[in-house]
């Protein structure tokens, strides 16, 4: 097939030998076989589903579920149907996935650049951490996370962190501002705030583009994200009562809590693929020439600086790809929650494909699912891989 | 954000790039006693760096006694009645956990009596890897040793013949399952990945789509999901009557999810072959399945070998999980020791024994890969 082009063949001889024809049935074949291969499992599964009486279809999904979950983001009772418990899952799963990914790369990236510290005993101990977690598999940190986070004490002996937060058998208390008519108000500003960084740091750059002179984008950003909310919110009088985890009986009221198994999934996934994070981030970082480092520094730069401005944006083009895989890895390894009793996505379904056995359907919704989350995860990440590419003049 | 004055600046600021480098090497001092050089120089160089130091140290003081107390000197080390009464009255670790369980967490439920059969399949394994790992035992014989060992390690494991007990599958347990798992695995998943590294590079466009609507199927879904799959829906996919294995279900799993990985490892390598040689190939006339065997994959496979390695790492790790389709690996086999309510106390040390198993396995193998990727390098270096 070497892609040799020739002109349409004369004989019959020549038609076998030729490499577009040959192409042509060679892939014939392979679709046939694979519509065959699927059109025997189909028709097995549904000969054993028959025998079995399972039913088939998705018809279960507007069934009541009649299990209870534990934990979600939205309202759930047993008696809402199949498909809202399986919505809930979702939610957990995304929930457990974005936080992890925002605390692994914060945790990652200063584990990576510590492994470079040019301090002996930091880059050691960064070195120890990563070589000491990575090599040992997540299921069994998460069994040692939830096995440490269960045998904390019952919620009446609980280790009182200060500032009203306790740690129990029971999870995490903490207490959290009670929700007040005038937060919206304080939240639009802060979008506000936000937005107005945006402009603020393009026309910064744009200046100092144009005349040279640098402006402090940063710093001022931030006064306002943090002012502009805190101005609304004394405006409004600073109405601030905070709900705090107080012990009733023999739990905590009040305050928000993280449960057991979420604290403990969240631990395992974020030092897990922080470690992995740090190698990506230190291999990025070293595969900016030395050079350029020199020159910043020859230049005046500090070394926070010399990092910020020079290393950093280019070792980011060497880093994104690999580190949209290992988001996705943490993606996929939040599946785990199933071992531990986290209600994800997996573990909902495997929940209801256990009462009404309908595997194939439950296995079915589950890999769409994550197939769809992982795409529109890769495709922020490619976006963002595009935005920090070497622009080629 | 600085860049146009960057760009002017470095260009002058290259002539003189050499000076700041030499004025760091600051003649030593000989009267300064060695180690405290070393110290100014490494730990206490400026001041945020002494203050990390400073911090580092006493993490490490906070961290690092209570830790030695713990686990060394208030621990206990043996029972002597076999129970974990003497633990409960220590304060520390209790490692007599391991003089108790250690069977059990390495071979699961294989009958007590007939543990040294798969002791001895598993040293022989490891001893094969470990030859194996060298470059000097490539040649063909290796093959032929490994076709030997297998077949000795399936009459161990299985038996049935030649006076052995006969053992079925689910019996098996512990760390030969991890490692059977994990190298059956990528054994069976390696010729698979060709195939469909291979499809996701030829030109028919079929093909293609084949291999990569499987290629990123897999990949984008967790492992987790294909085992569950391999474990619930296998069973419905085939004809009735036909029952497979759950061990067997479960390789089939895990073999299906690497080859998907393992072909894009696969791909890399096909990737940095030049052009050249394949239209070399095609100039002498070869057809494309020796144009592959004996030109190109020869090439790609020698740049594959350390990836294929890593692989290999993910691969063991991830055997872990068919704790949850509920096969006793090691994990699965630690976890059920520590069922026992006289030892779940001491949940931590049976994970820290079962988690530095793996731990010894994956570290060396890494640094074997990284040996391996400069030992292959080598030939190609000028």
Known sequence: MGGLRTTRPKTLRALVYSARFRGIVYQVLVVAGVLALGWYLVQNTLANLAARGIATGFGFMGQEAGFDIGEGVIAY???????????????NTLKVA??????????????????????????????????????????????????????????????????????????????????????????????????????????AINRLYRTGRPFPWILSGLAGVIGLPLVAFALFGAPLVWSVPELRGFNFQGGVDLSPEFAALLAGLTVYTASFIAEIVRSGILAVPHGQTEAALSLGLSRAKTLRLVVLPQALRVIV???????????????????????????????????????????????????????????????????????SR | MIRPQDDIHNATAAADVEEPSSAVLAAPSAVVWKPLNWAKSNLFDSVPNA?????????????????????????????????????????????????????????????????????????????????SALRRFWVPALAYAWLGVVLVVAWLMWGGILGLRYVETPQWGGLPLTLGLALLGIVLAFPLSIVLALGRRSNLP??????????????????????????????????????????????????????????????????????????????????????MRLIVLPQALRLVIPPIVNQFISCFKDTS??????????????????????????????????????????????RYSQWLERELATGTRR
Request: aromatic share 10%.
């Open chain 2, 321 to 366: 999980l068919v704790t949850i389709v509920g096969l006793y690996d090691l994990l699965a086999a630690t976890k059920a020791s520590l069922a026992d309510p006289d030892w779940r106390p001491f949940f931590v040390e049976g994970y820290i024994a079962a988690a530095l198993v793996y731990w010894v396995f994956c570290f060396s193998m890494s």
């Open chain 2, 206 to 291: 079929a093909i293609r789509a084949v291999c990569t609507g499987y290629i990123e199927l897999v990949r984008g879904v967790p492992l987790v999901s294909v085992l569950f799959m391999a474990s619930v829906m296998f069973p419905l996919f085939l004809p009735e009557g036909v029952t497979i294995d759950k061990l067997l279900r479960a390789l089939v799993g895990m073999t299906l999810f690497t080859a998907a990985y393992l072909a894009e490892a696969v791909r890399g390598g096909l990737q940095a072959i030049p052009r050249g040689q394949e239209e070399a190939a095609d100039a002498l006339g070869l057809p494309y399945w020796r144009k």
């Open chain 1, 98 to 203: 974005v936080l992890g990914i925002a605390l692994a790369s914060v945790v990652g990236l200063v584990v990576g650049i510590s492994r470079l510290s040019r301090n002996w005993l930091i880059a050691r101990l960064a070195t120890l951490y990563v070589e000491g977690v990575r090599n040992v598999p997540l299921l069994l940190q998460l069994f040692v996370w939830y096995g440490l986070v269960t045998s904390l004490p019952v919620p009446r002996q609980a280790i009182d962190v200060g500032l009203g937060v306790f740690l129990s058998n029971r999870g995490l208390k903490m207490p959290v501002p009670e929700w007040h008519s005038s937060y919206g108000s304080v939240v639009a500003m802060l979008v506000i705030a936000v937005i107005g960084m945006v402009f603020l740091r393009r026309w």
């Open chain 1, 321 to 391: 790809p690999p580190l949209t895989s290992q988001y996705l890895n943490l993606l996929k390894n939040s599946s785990l929650a199933v071992a531990i009793g986290y209600p994800d996505l997996v573990s909902v379904a495997n929940t209801a494909i256990n009462q009404t056995g309908q595997a194939v359907e439950g296995v079915a919704v589950t890999m769409g699912v994550f197939l769809v989350i992982s795409l529109a995860l890769s495709l922020l990440m490619n976006w963002y891989n595009t935005k920090v590419a070497l622009v």
């Open chain 1, 77 to 91: 009772s047993s008696a809402d149907t199949y498909l809202r418990a399986l919505v809930v899952g979702v939610f």
């Open chain 2, 51 to 131: 203050i990390m130091t400073l911090l580092a140290v006493l993490l490490l003081w906070e961290v690092v006694p209570p830790l030695l107390s713990w686990g060394v000197f208030n621990a206990t080390w043996f029972s002597a009645d076999g129970t974990a009464a003497a633990c409960r009255d220590g304060t520390g670790a209790c490692w007599a956990l391991m003089g108790e369980k250690n069977r059990l967490m390495l071979f699961g439920v294989y009958p007590y009596d007939q543990h040294w059969r798969p002791a001895l399949a598993t040293a022989l394994v490891i001893a094969m890897l470990a030859t």
